[in-house]
C-alpha cells in the first residue's frame, strides 16, 4: 500500500475526463482501491476517486467516520430531497464552496471482487456520494458551486448553531 500524489484542479487535465468502466477485478484494482483508501486517510478527507490519483477508472473510495466504503462501477440509482452545504476537495486544496445536493440517494456499484453491491446514504455520506460519483464523469463541485465559502462566513454559520 502506498501514498499516491493527488491530482489538483489546474494542473492536469485528467480531472476533466470520463473515468472508463472497470472491466477487470484483478489485483491491481485491489491495490488501486488500497492505496487510495491510503491517500484518502492520510489527507484527512472522506472520500477520493480515482482520477484524483491519476488512474480513469470508475472506481471510488468513501469514510465519512462509519467504515471504508468501496465502490467500483457506481451509478445512483435514485435520489430524493435536497441540502445546500459547504464542500472541500482534496483536488481544490485551500478553497470550500456552498453546493446543493440530494438529501438521500441509493447507488448500485460492485465490490474489489466483482459482486453488485447497493450503499444507501443520507446527509453527508449521500453529499459525499454524489461528490465522488461526479469526479468520475470530469465535474468538480466548484463546477456547481453558488459561491465560495470563506474563512469568516464559515465561523459564522458555526456560531449560530452555539
Given at each position: 500500500?502506498?501514498?499516491?500524489?493527488?491530482?489538483e484542479?489546474g494542473k492536469?487535465d485528467i480531472?476533466?475526463?470520463?473515468?472508463?468502466?472497470?472491466?477487470?477485478?484483478?489485483?491491481?484494482?485491489?491495490?488501486?482501491?488500497?492505496?487510495?483508501?491510503d491517500t484518502?486517510?492520510?489527507?484527512?478527507?472522506?472520500?477520493?476517486a480515482?482520477?484524483?490519483?491519476?488512474v480513469?477508472?470508475?472506481?471510488?473510495v468513501?469514510?465519512?467516520?462509519?467504515?471504508?466504503?468501496?465502490?467500483?462501477?457506481?451509478?445512483?440509482?435514485?435520489?430524493e430531497?435536497e441540502?445546500?452545504?459547504?464542500?472541500?476537495?482534496?483536488?481544490?486544496?485551500?478553497?470550500r464552496?456552498?453546493?446543493?445536493?440530494?438529501?438521500?440517494?441509493?447507488?448500485h456499484?460492485?465490490?474489489?471482487?466483482?459482486?453488485?453491491?447497493?450503499?444507501?446514504?443520507?446527509g453527508?455520506?449521500?453529499?459525499?456520494?454524489?461528490?465522488?460519483?461526479?469526479?468520475?464523469d470530469?465535474?468538480?463541485?466548484?463546477?456547481?458551486?453558488?459561491?465560495?465559502?470563506t474563512?469568516?462566513?464559515?465561523?459564522?454559520?458555526?456560531?449560530?448553531?452555539?
Amino acid at each position: 500500500m502506498a501514498i499516491r500524489k493527488i491530482v489538483e484542479m489546474g494542473k492536469d487535465d485528467i480531472l476533466r475526463k470520463h473515468s472508463r468502466k472497470v472491466t477487470k477485478f484483478d489485483h491491481r484494482l485491489g491495490v488501486l482501491l488500497d492505496d487510495m483508501a491510503d491517500t484518502m486517510y492520510e489527507a484527512d478527507g472522506v472520500g477520493l476517486a480515482a482520477p484524483q490519483v491519476g488512474v480513469l477508472k470508475r472506481a471510488v473510495v468513501i469514510d465519512v467516520g462509519e467504515g471504508l466504503i468501496e465502490l467500483v462501477n457506481p451509478e445512483i440509482l435514485w435520489s430524493e430531497g435536497e441540502t445546500i452545504g459547504a464542500e472541500g476537495c482534496l483536488s481544490v486544496p485551500g478553497r470550500r464552496g456552498t453546493v446543493k445536493r440530494p438529501e438521500k440517494v441509493r447507488v448500485h456499484a460492485q465490490d474489489r471482487k466483482g459482486n453488485h453491491i447497493e450503499v444507501e446514504g443520507e446527509g453527508l455520506l449521500a453529499v459525499c456520494l454524489c461528490h465522488e460519483l461526479d469526479h468520475l464523469d470530469g465535474v468538480l463541485y466548484v463546477d456547481k458551486m453558488i459561491e465560495d465559502v470563506t474563512d469568516q462566513m464559515q465561523e459564522e454559520e458555526e456560531g449560530k448553531g452555539e
